[in-house]
C-alpha cells in the first residue's frame, strides 16, 4: 500500500450483532478504493463507563485501544441509530472518552462525517443534534454534507443492497477522505 493512503474509521452507533447501522458500515469499508483503508472499530461494549480519574496514564486498555485508532485514522465516519430520541448511552460513553483526549492526532480537527439508518419520520433528527454537539465539543471537523439517511429497507443480507444507495455511499466515503 502506498505511504500516501488515507484510513478511516468507521464506528457505529449500535452494539446489536444485527445492527443496520453497523452494517452500513460495513457496505463503506467494502467500498474503500485502492489507495484507502477503512477500519470498523469493534470495541465499544468494552469501554469503561467514562470516569475523569481514569482518564489518565495508564489508560484502560479499551479506551487506548479507542484513542489509537482514532490516532492512526485521517478521518471518522459514524454511523449511529437514535435511542429516545438522543445518541445510545454506549455510543455517547466512546465520544466521551474521546473528549479528553490531548493528543495532537486525536479527534479534535479531525473530519468526521455521519450517516444513519432511518427507521422513523424523523430521520433521527434528535440524535444528528446531539452528535453535531458534541463533535463541536470536542473540536473534531464536522463534514455535514457527507451525512445521509439511509432506510432500513435498503439493507440486506448484512449490506446495503439498493445500487443507488452503495453509489451515494461511495461518494461520501470518498469526499470524507479528500
Not at 493512503?5 to 474503500?32: E, F, K, Y
Not at 478504493?33 to 480519574?53: I, K, M, Q, R
Not at 466521551?96 to 483526549?101: C, K, Q, T
Not at 473530519?111 to 433528527?125: D, E, K, L, M, Q
Amino acid at each position: 500500500m502506498p505511504s500516501t493512503a488515507h484510513r478511516a474509521l468507521l464506528i457505529s452507533g449500535s452494539l446489536r450483532s444485527g445492527s443496520t447501522n453497523t452494517a452500513l458500515l460495513r457496505t463503506v469499508a467494502a467500498l474503500a478504493p485502492a489507495d484507502a483503508t477503512a477500519e470498523l472499530f469493534s470495541g465499544t461494549a468494552a469501554l469503561p463507563y467514562f470516569d475523569p480519574d481514569l482518564d489518565r496514564d495508564p489508560l484502560p486498555p479499551p479506551v487506548q485501544e479507542l484513542r489509537d485508532a482514532v490516532h492512526a485514522a485521517d478521518a471518522l465516519l459514524i454511523c449511529t441509530p437514535e435511542y429516545a430520541g438522543a445518541l445510545p448511552g454506549a455510543f455517547k460513553n466512546l465520544l466521551e472518552w474521546l473528549i479528553g483526549d490531548n493528543d495532537p492526532r486525536s479527534i479534535s480537527g479531525k473530519p468526521v462525517g455521519w450517516i444513519n439508518v432511518s427507521t422513523g419520520p424523523t430521520g433521527a433528527r434528535d440524535a444528528h443534534e446531539s452528535l453535531r454537539i458534541v463533535l463541536t465539543y470536542a473540536g473534531a471537523r464536522i463534514v455535514l454534507s457527507d451525512s445521509i439517511t439511509v432506510p432500513r429497507s435498503a439493507i440486506a443480507d448484512g449490506l446495503v443492497a439498493d445500487a443507488s444507495i452503495v453509489e451515494r455511499l461511495a461518494g461520501t466515503f470518498d469526499r470524507l477522505l479528500r
